[in-house]
């Protein structure tokens, strides 16, 4: 499983964004990708996930409620919606891909670590100014 993100921009605070993780080489039925940012100086944290098998989603607390992770199947895409967006939220945004099958507890808990992942995209940068 291969994945590519997308969709960094500059937006001024309160702004919205979309990123996009096209997915492809899949060879099982199920995975998960994560979403995970990189702030300057600091370590990389997952902020969010979605598990294919029953299109789960998890999210950070930081994030629940202004962030939206959702799948477009016929394009292999994952996005992150993100909304009110502020300028603690800047940062390099990565997605990265899974394709073990877990339950959704599984999931709740190891979406947002780094090594639950095997497969990583480069990084779009999201800036957010004041």
């Known amino acids: 499983l291969q994945v590519v993100e997308s969709g960094g921009a500059l937006v001024q605070s309160g702004g919205s964004l979309r990123l996009s993780c096209v997915v492809s080489e899949i060879t099982e039925d199920y995975y998960a990708i994560g979403w995970f940012r990189q702030a300057p100086g600091k370590e990389r944290e997952g902020i969010g996930c979605?598990?294919?098998?029953?299109?789960?989603?998890f999210y950070k607390d930081s994030v629940k409620g202004r962030f939206t992770i959702s799948r477009d199947s016929a394009k292999n895409t994952v996005y992150l919606q993100m909304n009110d967006l502020k300028p603690e939220d800047t940062g390099v945004y990565y997605c990265?891909?899974?394709?073990?099958?877990?339950?959704?507890?599984?999931?709740?808990?190891?979406?947002?670590?780094?090594?639950?992942?095997?497969?990583w995209g480069r990084g779009t940068q999201v800036t957010v100014s004041s």
């Open positions: 979605i598990a294919t098998s029953y299109g789960s989603t």
């Open positions: 990265a891909g899974e394709e073990r099958y877990f339950s959704d507890q599984y999931y709740s808990v190891h979406c947002f670590t780094r090594r639950f992942f095997t497969s």
